[in-house]
């Protein structure tokens, strides 16, 4: 059911307006509700997200909270990073390919909400299986409270520092970084907490 609240998302884009108003109709014909969640359109069923539209630069697409478990059986799923584990992307540069693909999206989106009913999670990797910046990893082993504040951390949070860690080209850098992170790895926070 389309949602007033959303409306403005369909408004304000200019570069992809008619690929995500048809977009939005496909979604809508196969009865998820329309909220807005993370400043888009998010479409959920019984209060789970499946979908969501977002616009960028380049191209516009769907991103499927757990992707990752759909058939891709056209070859049109996209994982945005590597490090990016459950949502998969169909991105779009105009709207002849939805035309073309409707009916394979709207197949996708049945699919994505069988996977949510039925309880299926898409297997992170664990802390264990993620590659530590080299300097953090020193870090860890010398500083035990650090190593136990950084292991309660959620997957996402100790990815972010990874990432965030990883992103510098020297050393200097990286332990700068890692340096002005510890106090809020030890209070428990994220990143962008």
């Keep these: 059911m ?22 939005r109709a496909i ?7 329309e909220e807005l969640k993370w400043g888009c ?24 909270f757990k992707g990752a478990l759909l058939k891709d059986t056209h070859s049109i799923l996209v994982q945005q990073t590597e490090n990016v584990q459950a949502p998969r992307q169909i991105r779009f540069t105009n709207l002849e390919e939805i035309l073309k ?22 297997e992170l990797k664990k802390i264990s299986e993620l590659k530590l910046v080299e300097e953090f990893e020193q870090k860890l082993n010398e ?9 309660a951390l959620t997957p996402g949070r100790q990815r972010a520092y990874n990432l ?6 020297q050393t200097k850098t990286r332990e700068s970084r890692i340096e002005k992170c ?11 907490d």
């Design 2 to 23: 389309m949602n007033p609240k959303v409306d403005f998302y369909f408004t304000k884009e200019k570069k992809w307006k008619k690929e995500i108003e048809k977009m």
């Design 27 to 33: 979604v809508l014909s196969t009865g998820l509700s």
């Design 41 to 64: 359109p998010c479409y959920t069923n019984q209060g789970k997200n499946i979908v969501l539209i977002h616009a960028f630069k380049e191209y516009c697409a769907f991103l499927f």
């Design 101 to 122: 693909l409707e009916d394979v999206l709207r197949a996708h989106i049945f699919e994505a909400i069988e996977v949510e009913n039925s309880g299926l999670k898409v």
């Design 143 to 151: 500083f035990a409270e650090l190593k136990t504040a950084f292991e």
């Design 164 to 169: 965030f860690f990883s992103a510098a080209k």
């Design 182 to 192: 510890i106090p809020a790895i030890l209070e428990g926070k994220g990143l962008n």
